[in-house]
């Protein structure tokens, strides 16, 4: 299997300021015949599903704001908050879907410092 | 707008099967592939396996000789079945729809595995 490993593990940052969350993969996700990394992030609140942000590692879901952003090649991906706001308190979770079985990271939790 | 839910017992009794429904509205699951993953605090999100809509399957090989996926068109659901449950099964199951990415996920159901 594939593992992803983000880091921080948490992180608290003041209302306005930039996140940034890191994923490791464990192996290439790179699909050579659509030049796509196979990488994806969600936003997941308590007591609610994951929510889809980004997929193949830079290309915003529908209706998310454009403050979230997604950047990577190779085996290093991002998740870049430019100007947190007070709902974007949450879990966030990488996952690639490259490879069976598909695989998440262990989460970072974004907290209002 | 799309939306999955999903149904089926909370309570199981372990060494006994689990099963789950899951309704999709405001699509065709004459469409794309459709999946479960589970969380637990112990194992975090695990993708368990999709069936796509021509009826091929895959599944977690950690969890392959347990689970089967299936579909029912003509209810615009499909459902999973996991034999043989112990306690480490228990966790919140989600349906989810996977087109370019996981985009829709049901609201989730908890699962309690009790003797």
């Known amino acids: 299997d594939i593992v992803m490993t983000q880091s921080p593990d948490s992180l608290a940052v003041s209302l306005g300021e930039r996140v940034t969350i890191n994923c490791k993969s464990s192996?290439?996700?790179?699909?050579?015949?659509?030049?796509?990394?196979?990488v994806a992030w969600f936003q997941q609140k308590p007591r609610q599903p994951p929510k889809l942000l980004i997929y193949?590692?830079?290309i915003r879901a529908s209706a998310v704001p454009d403050r979230f952003s997604g950047s990577g090649s190779g085996t290093d991906f991002t998740l870049t908050i430019s100007s947190l706001q007070a709902e974007d308190v949450a879990v966030y979770y990488c996952?690639?879907?490259?490879?069976?079985?598909?695989?998440f990271g262990q989460g970072t939790r974004v907290e209002i410092k | 707008q799309v939306q999955l839910q999903e149904s089926g017992p909370g309570l199981v009794k372990p060494s006994e099967t689990l099963s789950l429904t899951c309704t999709v509205s405001?699509?065709?699951?004459?469409?794309?592939?459709w999946s479960w993953i589970r969380q637990s605090p112990e194992k975090g999100l695990e993708w368990i396996g999709y069936?796509?809509?021509?009826?091929?399957?895959n599944y977690n090989p950690s969890l392959k000789s347990r689970v089967t996926i299936s579909l029912d068109t003509s209810k615009n659901q499909f459902s999973l079945k996991l034999i043989s449950v112990t306690a480490a099964d228990a966790a919140v199951y989600y349906c989810?729809?996977?087109?370019?990415?996981?985009?829709?996920w049901g609201q989730g159901t908890l699962v309690t595995v009790y003797s």
């Open positions: 192996q290439n996700v790179l699909y050579s015949s659509n030049n796509q990394h196979y």
């Open positions: 069936i796509h809509y021509t009826g091929n399957t």
């Open positions: 996952q690639q879907y490259y490879s069976t079985p598909p695989t």
């Open positions: 405001g699509d065709s699951i004459n469409n794309y592939y």
């Open positions: 193949w590692a830079s």
């Open positions: 989810a729809r996977a087109t370019t990415a996981y985009d829709y």
